[in-house]
């Protein structure tokens, strides 16, 4: 094949390739927004109902098997009815971003010792006070930059000099 007609190809398909992966991450963001704010709340609509227990064990992996299919049916038609989709898409969409959220959903409640404190003796309020702050703490882990251009910097940058309030360039001259 000619050089000159392969290159024409290949700028189109890095222009066609770069739109898609730009769409991706926008779609991804939603679709991880979605099955997480689904997923908070069906265990607040729990928690609410008085089941902390079960979303403690749920979270924990321990709850009974059937107690598991339902949360996680009812998580899955929330994200279903949230997202649009239909078909095999939508299933195919739910069937990896749940177990995306809820693995992160655990790994952070780990971390934070959100089972200890909602196993012991607290109130419904607590409860849902220290959901609403896993649920952060994992949009956080998702979407550590969301949107925000934030950079971190390697250790051997220089710290920018910076000026105290009262001193301007102007004045030092």
């Excluded at 066609?16 to 997923?39: N, P």
């Excluded at 079960?54 to 979270?59: E, G, P, Q, R």
């Excluded at 309020?125 to 956080?140: D, I, S």
Aim: hydrophobic content about 45%; aromatic content about 4%.
């Amino acid at each position: 094949m000619n050089t000159s007609a392969l290159l024409p190809r290949l700028l189109q398909a890095a222009k066609t390739t770069g739109l898609t992966a730009w769409q991706t991450g926008r779609l991804f963001r939603r679709a991880i927004t979605t099955a997480l704010t689904a997923v908070h709340d069906v265990l607040q609509t729990e928690i609410q109902k008085g089941n902390m227990q079960l979303v403690s064990d749920f979270l924990a992996n321990k709850a009974l098997p059937a107690a598991r299919a339902l949360l996680l049916e009812r998580m899955a038609a929330r994200i279903l009815v949230r997202l649009g989709l239909r078909g095999t898409l939508a299933s195919n969409v739910v069937g990896w971003v749940l177990p995306l959220v809820l693995e992160q959903l655990v790994q952070v409640g780990r971390k934070t010792g959100f089972f200890h404190t909602v196993q012991t003796n607290t109130t419904v309020l607590e409860a849902l006070n220290r959901l609403e702050n896993l649920k952060q703490a994992v949009w956080k882990r998702l979407v550590p930059d969301a949107g925000s251009g934030a950079e971190v910097l390697p250790d051997d940058t220089p710290e920018p000099l910076l000026l105290p309030p009262h001193a301007s360039p102007a004045s030092q001259a």
